[in-house]
C-alpha cells in the first residue's frame, strides 16, 4: 500500500508540468477569445441587445456564408481527390524516387496560398499576350479561386492520403490480390481503408478554405472570413466582430468536433514500413492514364508557380536591390517565426504528453479549437485583450504577432508531437524512470534524443507557416512594422511586378530551406537508431 501511494505521488509530481504546460497553452489559444465572449455577453445585458441581429445571418451576409461553405467544399473535394489519386500513383510505384518525390512536394503545404495566386496572375497575364485577352478571364472570380486554392492545398492533400494508404496493412492486400485483380483490391481494400485518413484531410482543407480571405479578396470573391474583418476596421468594436464572427465560428466548430475522432485514431497508428505492394500492381489502362494525368497537373500546380517567381523575380542585378528594400521586413518576419516555433515547442509538448494517455474529447476538442476560429477572430481577441489599459505596455505590443501566431499554429505542433510520443515505444520510458532517478538527466539524456524528431519537426511546422501568416498579423502587428507577408500582399493589389515575385522568391526559399535542414537532421539523427535496430 506505501508503495502504491508512493508511486500515485511520484505520478502526481510528474504530471505537474505537463499541467501548466497546458494552463499556458489554453491561457494563449483560447484565453483573448474567453475574455471576449465574456465583454460581450456584458455588453448585450447592458443595453446594445440590438447587435444580436448580427448572430443570424440574412441577406448580404447569408450569402456570404454560403459562398464561404461552397467555396471550401469545393476545393476541399477537388484537392482530395488529385492527393488522392497522386498519392496511389506514388504509392503503389516500384520506383525508388517516388519518396523524395513526395517529400520534395510535401513543403508546398507550408507556402501562403497568395504565393500560388501571385504566380498564376503573372502566368494568366503571360498567356493572354500570347493567346488573347479572353484567356486571362479563366482565372478571374470564382474559377480562379478555386484553382489557386486547390493548387494550394493539393500537397497537404497529398500528404494525408499518403499517411493514409502508409498505414494499410500488407497482408491485406496480398490476401485480396489472390482473389481480386488489383483494380478490385484497390476500390474494395485501399479505398474504404483510406477513407478515415482522406477525410480527415479534406476536413482540414474545408476548415482552412471557409476561414481564409486573403486569396478570394485578391480574386474579388466575397466570403464571410473578409466580412468580420471589413466590420472591425469600419466600427472598431471587438464585440460586434465577435458577434458577427460567431456564426462562421459554430458552423467550423461543428467540422471541427467530427474530425475529433478521425485525427485521434490517425495520430495513434503506427505507420507500417514495410512495403504494401510485393509486386507492382498492374491497373487498367484507362487507370493508368488518369493517374498520369493527374501526376502532371500536381506537378504543373507545384512547379509552374516556383519557375514563375523564379524567371520573374529578376536577374541578380535587380533581385539583389529588392531583397536590400525588403530586408527589415525578411529579418522581422524570420524573428517573430523563430521565436513562435521556439515558444510553442515545450506548451505543445506538455499538452501532447497529456493527450497522449487520456482521450476525454474536451481536453482534445480544448487543444484543437483553434483551428477552427478564423484568423481575423483570433487578431481582433489579441487587440481587446492587449489593448486594455492595463496591459498596454509597449514590450507585451510588440509581442503581440507572437502571441496570435502561437494561437493559430501551436495545435499543429501538439498533433505532430502527439504522432511521434505514439510512435515511440512507451516501455523506453518505463525503464528510464527505472534507471536514470534523476528527472532532468532522464529527460535530456533519454527523453530528448527519442522526441528530437518530433521537436524538429514541430518546430519547422510551426516556423513555415508562421513565416508566412497574414490574417491575424496583418491586424496585431504593432505601428511601425511590417512583416515580409505583409510588404508581399500589399503589393499584390497592384499587380504581379518583379519586385513582388523577388521577395516572394525570398519566402519560398526560406520555407524550403527550413524544410530541407530539418529533413537532414532528422535523417542523420534517426541512422544510429535505424542501425541499432537492424543489428538488433
Known amino acids: 500500500m506505501l508503495s502504491l501511494l508512493k508511486q500515485r505521488l511520484f505520478n502526481s ?211 464571410y472570413a473578409l466580412e468580420i474583418f471589413a466590420e472591425f476596421s469600419a466600427t472598431n468594436s471587438p464585440q460586434r466582430a465577435f458577434l458577427l464572427a460567431l456564426p462562421l465560428l459554430l458552423f467550423a466548430v461543428g467540422v471541427l468536433i467530427a474530425l475529433l475522432e478521425p485525427i485521434r485514431k490517425l495520430t495513434s497508428r503506427q505507420v507500417l514500413h514495410r512495403s504494401s505492394w510485393n509486386t507492382p500492381p498492374r491497373w487498367p489502362g484507362w487507370v493508368a492514364n488518369l493517374g498520369w494525368m493527374i501526376g502532371i497537373v500536381l506537378v504543373v500546380q507545384a512547379v509552374l508557380p516556383l519557375a514563375t517567381l523564379v524567371v520573374m523575380g529578376g536577374t541578380p542585378r535587380q533581385f539583389i536591390p529588392n531583397l536590400i528594400q525588403a530586408q527589415a521586413e525578411t529579418g522581422y518576419s524570420l524573428q517573430l517565426a523563430a521565436l513562435t516555433s521556439l515558444f510553442s515547442l515545450p506548451m505543445a509538448l506538455g499538452v501532447a504528453q497529456i493527450l497522449v494517455h487520456r482521450k476525454i474529447k474536451l481536453l482534445w476538442f480544448l487543444s484543437l479549437m483553434p483551428v477552427a476560429m478564423p484568423a481575423s477572430l483570433v487578431g481582433v481577441s489579441m487587440i481587446f485583450l492587449f489593448y486594455h489599459p492595463t496591459l498596454q505596455r509597449d514590450y507585451l505590443l510588440a509581442l503581440m504577432p507572437i502571441f496570435a501566431q502561437l494561437a493559430r499554429f501551436m495545435p499543429l505542433a501538439v498533433l505532430i508531437l502527439l504522432a511521434q510520443l505514439r510512435r515511440t515505444d512507451p516501455l523506453l520510458f518505463d525503464a528510464a524512470q527505472v534507471f536514470q532517478p534523476s528527472v532532468w538527466r532522464r529527460h535530456f539524456q533519454i527523453g530528448a534524443p527519442l522526441l528530437a524528431p518530433g521537436l524538429l519537426a514541430a518546430a519547422g511546422i510551426v516556423f513555415a507557416f508562421s513565416l508566412g501568416e497574414l490574417g491575424a498579423t496583418l491586424m496585431v502587428i504593432p505601428p511601425g512594422k511590417s512583416t515580409l507577408t505583409m510588404r508581399i500582399y500589399n503589393y499584390l493589389h497592384y499587380g504581379a511586378s518583379g519586385a513582388v515575385m523577388g521577395m516572394s522568391l525570398v519566402l519560398v526559399i526560406s520555407i524550403f530551406m527550413t524544410a530541407a535542414g530539418i529533413a537532414t537532421v532528422i535523417k542523420l539523427w534517426s541512422r544510429p537508431f535505424s542501425k541499432a535496430k537492424t543489428q538488433s
Not at 494552463?23 to 474567453?34: E, K, Q, R, S, T
Not at 479563366?138 to 493548387?151: F, H, K, R, T, Y
Not at 500488407?170 to 481494400?189: A, C, G
Not at 477513407?195 to 466570403?223: E, H, K, N, R
Request: proline residues 5%; contains cysteine.
Open 13 to 223: 509530481r510528474q504530471a505537474i508540468p505537463k499541467w501548466i504546460a497546458f494552463c499556458g497553452y489554453a491561457m494563449i489559444v483560447l484565453g483573448p477569445f474567453l475574455l471576449l465572449s465574456y465583454a460581450t455577453a456584458h455588453s448585450l445585458l447592458n443595453g446594445d441587445a440590438a447587435w444580436l441581429q448580427l448572430l443570424i445571418p440574412s441577406g448580404r451576409r447569408l450569402l456570404l456564408l454560403s459562398n464561404s461553405i461552397g467555396l471550401g467544399a469545393i476545393a476541399s473535394i477537388l484537392a482530395m481527390c488529385l492527393g488522392w489519386i497522386g498519392a496511389v500513383m506514388l504509392w503503389s510505384s516500384s520506383s525508388k524516387h517516388s519518396h523524395s518525390l513526395l517529400w520534395m512536394v510535401l513543403p508546398l503545404a507550408a507556402l501562403p496560398s497568395y504565393i500560388y495566386a501571385l504566380a498564376w496572375f503573372a502566368i494568366a497575364t503571360s498567356i493572354s499576350r500570347l493567346l488573347g485577352s479572353g484567356t486571362a478571364r479563366l482565372l478571374q472570380g470564382w474559377s480562379g479561386c478555386l484553382w489557386v486554392e486547390v493548387a494550394a492545398f493539393s500537397p497537404l492533400a497529398l500528404g494525408f492520403a499518403w499517411m493514409g494508404l502508409r498505414n494499410i496493412d500488407p497482408d491485406l492486400i496480398d490476401s485480396s490480390r489472390l482473389s481480386r485483380t488489383d483494380f478490385q483490391t484497390l476500390l474494395r481494400i485501399i479505398l474504404p481503408l483510406s477513407i478515415p485518413a482522406t477525410l480527415t484531410g479534406g476536413g482540414i482543407i474545408f476548415l482552412f478554405s471557409i476561414l481564409d480571405y486573403g486569396v478570394p479578396s485578391l480574386f474579388q470573391v466575397d466570403v
